[in-house]
Structures are given as C-alpha cells and as structure tokens.
C-alpha cells in the first residue's frame, strides 16, 4: 500500500517568515495531494491539493508544488500568522482512500 | 448542511466493555470513512464504504474492531471488548467523488477506556 512520509514534525517560526513541510510518497499511481489542517481539539481541514497533472498551485499565502518525478510534494506558507499554527497533513491517493503523513506541529510565535 | 455528525463526543469506559460510536455523513456523500487518531501512530484508516458497502477493511485492528453502515445515511463503528490502547480520537468522514476528492471530517469521538 501507500507510505507517506512528512518532515519535519515540529517547526517553530517567527511571525512573517515562511514555513515549508515535505512529503514523499511510495506509490507512483497516485495521482491526487490534499493538505488538511488541524487546530487544536478541532478536526482536519483542506486548505488546498493538487493532482498529479499540475505541478504547482496556489491560494493566497498558501502553495504547494508536486514533483512526480522524484515522488514528493511539499507546502509553502508564506507571511506566516499566529493563527497558522496548527499540524498540517499531507497525504496521497490513487483512488478514494487517502493516506496520511505523520503530521507536522507548526508553530508560529509573535 | 450540518456536515458530518457524530456522537458521542467523549466517552470514558472501562476495560472489556462494548463501545459503539456514531456518524450520520453529508447527505448526497457515496464514501464513509473511520479514520482512528493517536499521537503515535497519526491519522490511520481503519475501513472505507462506498455506497454503503465496505471496500477496504485492511486498517481494522483485529476482530475486536466491527463496522456497519445500513443505509447512506448512518454508520457504526463498535469496539467489543475495549481495551486501554484503543483510547484515540475517532474520526468519520465522508465525500462524494468517484476518484480521490475532498475528504469532510466530523468532530471526531474521543475515546477514553480506563
């Protein structure tokens, strides 16, 4: 089946630095990239995804790139906010189940 | 719509007794999941149903674990007997994609067993 691995898994930034997160897949037949954040005692939310025929996509502070080639994805917060904080997951999938990373612990201090 | 619903909440329980949780997904989703949340292990599916049949039980820890889903608009999740290392965080979610969409998480059932 699918592994995911996501790096690292705690980060601190200060506030207006950017933050990346890294994840790496095993199986090449996935083909769609979600990233959920989760604040604290809530549950899991997308925040974006991309699949397998983009290489790039972005929403405001947020991006993600994909490259296929080498199995990774990665996240890119831009003028990080408090408010960001949170564990953000990715995961992968080739076709309705999707497998999580680990999760990573951001941190974004004042 | 009131996204997906669960319950209970929290529970606390006693080793060896029967737990069962609850969720009622988004109306017009075809896809259910149970995924189980621990520091340890993240976010780890444990069954998938499609149109209310079970596609893929591979994450169900062992035969302690059983699932149902009778109709599109309810599933269980039972736990029988419950044991310490099942304490996690429960989460139902569903979609509505014939290939890998947007995944909606309920609030999840924090399980505690003493």
């Known amino acids: 089946g699918e592994n995911v691995e996501q790096h690292p898994s705690t980060l601190s930034v200060q506030e207006g630095d950017s933050a990346v997160i890294k994840c790496t897949y095993s199986?090449?037949?996935?083909?769609?990239f979600p990233w959920y954040k989760q604040e604290l005692g809530k549950r899991p939310q997308l925040i974006i995804d991309i699949r397998s025929n983009v290489g790039e996509k972005k929403d405001q502070r947020i991006a993600v790139t994909l490259n296929k080639t080498a199995k990774h994805f990665s996240l890119h917060i831009t003028e990080t906010q408090p408010e960001d904080s949170a564990v953000y997951f990715c995961a992968a999938s080739m076709r309705s189940t999707l497998t999580f990373g680990k999760g990573t612990m951001l941190l974004v201090s004042p | 719509d009131a996204g997906v619903i669960q319950s209970p909440r929290h529970e606390v329980t006693e080793m060896g007794q029967e737990v069962t949780l609850r969720c009622k997904p988004i109306?017009?989703?075809?896809?259910l999941f149970w995924y189980r949340q621990t520091m340890m292990r993240g976010l780890e599916l444990l069954i998938y149903?499609?149109?209310?049949?079970?596609?893929?039980d591979s994450g169900m820890p062992e035969d302690r674990f059983s699932a149902k889903m009778p109709n599109a608009s309810f599933s269980t999740l039972k736990i029988q007997p419950s044991e310490p290392r099942d304490s996690a965080v429960y989460f139902c979610a569903s979609s509505f994609s014939e290939n890998a969409g947007e995944l909606f998480f309920g609030e999840g059932s924090r399980l505690t067993v003493l």
């Open positions: 109306s017009g989703h075809n896809s």
């Open positions: 199986d090449s037949a996935s083909n769609y």
């Open positions: 149903f499609n149109n209310n049949v079970p596609i893929d």
